[in-house]
């Protein structure tokens, strides 16, 4: 069976993303291992951000 892959959604508070409605960036067909070092990144460096993660399929 092939791996899981996810699509994550990362949004923000921050004024600038106000016209998007928070929504910083998507990125589609990521690995789990690809979202967990997303996540941890994220985490680090834009601490006012937080990233809904789905499944896809």
Same mark, same amino acid.
């Given at each position: 069976m092939a791996e899981q892959?996810? +699509?994550v959604h990362?949004?923000?508070n921050a004024p600038e993303h106000a016209p998007t409605r928070g929504g910083v960036y998507i990125i589609t067909d990521m +690995?789990?291992?690809q979202v967990e070092a997303?996540?941890?990144r994220e985490a680090e460096e834009h601490t006012d951000r937080w990233l809904k993660v789905e499944e896809q399929g």
């Open positions: 892959l996810y +699509t990362a949004f923000s +690995t789990e291992a997303l996540k941890a």
